[in-house]
């Protein structure tokens, strides 16, 4: 099993910038790609970005390309979402999941094994 834990989320002003974290126990050499969902009210969980902790290599859902950032440290069993000119549309519960495997263009999420348990994020106009 993957625990995984969010924390950063929060109110913002459209154009501000929020980090958000992802902290993996358990089996984590089980997680070999750590992703970042998000869901609107009454909209469906939609993908936002996803890591390969072995090389670093992401993806990112269009949406999102050029203003947000995934990263990890491997070291602290973390990942974070670092997300630059937030607007409204960008206002969801965030949701962290990890899977094994290497492809990280699986989007799925059928495909994610583990998630955690959200964090909202809202930005005001």
Not at 52 to 64: F, H, K, L, P, Q
Not at 69 to 76: G, L, Q
């Amino acid at each position: 099993q993957v625990q995984l834990v969010e924390s950063g989320g929060g109110l913002v002003q459209t154009g501000g910038s929020l980090r958000l974290s992802c902290a993996a126990s358990g089996r984590t050499f089980s997680s070999n790609i750590m992703g970042w969902f998000r869901q609107a009210p009454g909209k469906e969980r939609d993908f936002v970005a996803a890591i390969r902790r072995s090389d670093g290599a992401t993806y990112y859902a269009d949406s999102v390309k050029g203003r947000f950032t995934i990263s990890r440290d491997n070291a602290k069993n973390t990942v974070y979402l670092q997300m630059n000119s937030l607007t409204p549309e960008d206002t969801a519960v965030y949701y962290c999941a990890a899977k094994s495997g290497y492809n990280i263009a699986v989007i799925t999420i059928s495909a994610y094994e583990y998630w955690g348990q959200g964090t909202q994020v809202t930005v005001s106009s």
